[in-house]
């Protein structure tokens, strides 16, 4: 089995009080990143290193701040549009933020309240896509 990864956070486990609103939430959220739910089963999805799974009876939705990375600053306000139409909430409409020069991000909070951004750091390379991991046999 390979997959693709990112360098740092392994994974972001997200509990969600009602999982096809979540699940309309991070398809438009994902899909103007570029990205998709790869993964699904009963009761929960993932997609890279995001993963969803509904709330265990008695249990709390989580409540994080949560960034993914956009390309450039079009998909930042694709993402904000996206997200809001599909049940997010506004948090931080598009625009320079005092972070650095050149951070361009957007708030939107998802069905449980969770705090996601989408945010271009301005012009950069990256010294890979992703990294690759191989599960021996």
Known sequence: M???????IDHVHLRAADMAASRRFYDAALGVLGLRVVQEGQGWFAADELFVSGAEPGAAPTHIHLAFQARDRSVVDAFH?????????DNGAPGERPYHPGYYAAF??????????????????RSAASVEIEIAD
């Not at 390979?2 to 360098?7: F, L, N, P, Q, S």
């Not at 549009?81 to 909430?89: C, F, I, P």
């Open 2 to 8: 390979t997959w693709h990864t990112g360098r740092l």
């Open 108 to 125: 939107v909070l998802d069905p449980d309240g969770n705090n996601i951004e989408a945010v271009h750091h301005g012009p950069s390379r």
């Open 81 to 89: 549009a996206a997200t809001v139409a599909a049940g997010g909430r």
